[in-house]
C-alpha cells in the first residue's frame, strides 16, 4: 500500500520527518487504493476485475522522465499545479515510484508516495498534483471510463459543478 504523509505547499515535510497517517486518511477524502503486484498472473486477474466491475475500458501507458516523455519540463510544470477534473483519475504504478498530492478536508497537502504495484483512483472534483520522487523515473497505467478526457481545471473552481458535487460528498463522510 502507498505511504502517506502530509507535506507542505512546495512538498516540503513538515516537521522534518515523515509521520505516516493511516490509509483512513484517504478514505475521508474519496480516495481509492489497491495494492498489486505488476510481476504476478494472479494481479492481472484483478486488474481485470477491478477494471470491469468500475468500467475502466480505455487504459494506456505514461512513462515520466526527462527521456521518454515528451515535452517533459512543460508537462511535469502541469503535473505540479494543483487542480481537478472532471472524471475520476486512476493510475496503476507498473515501476518506479511518485508523489500524488491531494487536499484533505482542512485543505491541507496530503502526499501518496506511489510505488510499483500501488493503484489509485481520485475522485473527480478533488484538487491534486503530482511530482517525482528522487528516483525521477515513473511509469503508470492510465485507466478511464469511456474515451479518455485529461482536461485540468486549475484551482479555484468553486463553481465548477463537479467540484460542487465533490465538496457535498465529503460532508457524509467522517
Ligand atoms: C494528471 O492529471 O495527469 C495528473 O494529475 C498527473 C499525474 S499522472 C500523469
Ligand atoms: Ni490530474
Given at each position: 500500500a502507498p505511504q502517506v504523509w502530509m507535506v507542505g505547499e512546495?512538498?516540503?515535510?513538515l516537521h522534518g520527518t515523515r509521520e505516516f497517517l493511516p490509509l483512513s486518511k484517504l478514505e475521508e477524502i474519496g480516495v481509492l487504493h489497491w495494492h498489486l503486484d505488476?510481476?504476478?498472473?494472479e494481479s492481472e486477474e484483478e486488474l481485470a476485475e477491478i477494471r470491469k466491475e468500475r468500467g475502466y475500458n480505455y487504459m494506456d501507458l505514461i512513462e515520466i522522465c526527462p527521456d521518454k516523455l515528451e515535452n517533459y519540463e512543460e508537462k511535469v510544470k502541469n503535473f505540479f499545479r494543483e487542480h481537478m477534473h472532471a472524471d475520476e483519475e486512476i493510475r496503476y504504478c507498473l515501476e518506479g515510484s511518485g508523489y500524488f498530492d491531494v487536499r484533505d478536508k482542512d485543505d491541507k497537502w496530503v502526499r501518496i508516495w506511489m510505488k510499483e504495484g500501488d493503484m489509485i483512483v481520485l475522485p473527480a472534483g478533488i484538487y491534486h498534483r503530482f511530482t517525482l520522487d528522487d528516483t525521477n523515473y515513473v511509469k503508470l497505467m492510465r485507466l478511464f471510463i469511456g474515451e479518455p478526457v485529461w482536461t485540468a481545471y486549475n484551482r479555484p473552481q468553486e463553481d465548477h459543478p463537479v467540484r460542487q458535487e465533490y465538496v457535498k460528498s465529503l460532508n457524509g463522510n467522517t
Open positions: 512546495t512538498g516540503e515535510d505488476p510481476k504476478k498472473s
